[in-house]
């Protein structure tokens, strides 16, 4: 009996233990969160948050929600199915991107919690930085790094009339960072992120002209022991991979094929929906696989590029775009690979 007692006794202890045990690491990892972060509870009913960082020590989170709530028209850069980007300057050395999305349907708050997830961990110098979101009953925010040069699609296809063209060098250079971003996208992050809508326009420049991967909308995470997440097809139309129609699979791969088709926007200057192509009865990727397998790729390399462009990278590029393109997603390369072939075009070997 007195043992049975010992034993009862010995039970209670521990678990009591494992259970102060569990609410004090509780609390350790709650005060580790909050020092990260800041919140305001704002008096329209909405909740800021804004992870601590090196460029906003200096301001108060009030501050930048009062910011936030005077962005007019005047402030947009940008707009899409996604809602509408303002551009927010709180001094003269702090400017962000603000994207404002409308509440109301189940989709829209899903895409708001698709791009919170995906970028909430996130620190790498090709995939754009999140700063800080704000819920509000009607519209959510999330608080983005700013980019003073646009996207790639601004720069490829914009109609500006002192639109600034983009040498080899640079396109090389956007490319591969292009690639490196995705990459770790794709194999460092655990879970690991199928960005759905690699495009030009989602790919956005630094003031070094450096390439940071955005919008995550419509990212999946997937866990590293899977090979696919289902999904409803989404995207935008000229970059989805073939396979992604008849599956509804979303994978590495199908960024891989929508990578393959960015490329032969920095090659060609062409957008996959180019109304020649529409006219034609063809695409972007067709056009292009029927000039490369003449070993003609000079035909539709951009004009604007000159006479004085190196064709030795050029043909490698176009290589490794058409591996990009394969039919069969597993004749597809990774991106890790990729970054490796760009890299290797890169110092001319």
Known sequence: MRKSLVIA???TICFIAFVI???????????????????????????MVIFRSSILKSLTTEMVLKKTQKLNNK??????????????????????????????TAERDKGFERELQAMADIKHRNVVTLHGYYTAPHYNL????LMPNGSLDSFLHGRSANKKVLDWKTRHGIALGA??????????????????????????????MEARVSDFGLATLMEPNKTHVSTIVAGTFGYLAPEYFDTGRATVKGDVYSFGVVLLELLTG????????MEE?????????AVVQEKKEELVLDSSLGSCCPM??????????MMCLEPDPLDRPTMAEIVNLLEKTETGS
């Open 9 to 11: 006794f010995f039970v």
């Open 21 to 47: 045990s569990k609410i004090v690491i509780s609390i350790l990892l709650y005060k580790r969160w909050k020092r990260k972060h800041v919140i305001y509870e704002g008096y329209t009913g909405g909740k």
């Open 75 to 104: 402030d947009i850069i940008g707009s899409g199915g996604y809602g509408v980007v303002y551009e927010l300057k709180l001094n003269d050395s702090a400017a962000f991107a603000v994207k404002r999305m409308n509440r109301g």
């Open 142 to 145: 999330l608080i983005y790094e």
């Open 179 to 208: 690639a490196r971003g995705i990459s770790y996208l794709h194999h460092d992050c655990i879970p690991h992120i199928i960005h759905r809508d690699i495009k030009s326009s989602n790919i956005l420049l630094d003031q070094n």
């Open 270 to 277: 062409k957008k996959p929906s180019d109304e020649a192509f």
């Open 281 to 289: 009865g063809t695409k972007l990727v067709t056009w292009v696989k």
């Open 312 to 321: 030795h990278e050029v043909n490698k590029v176009f290589n490794i775009a």
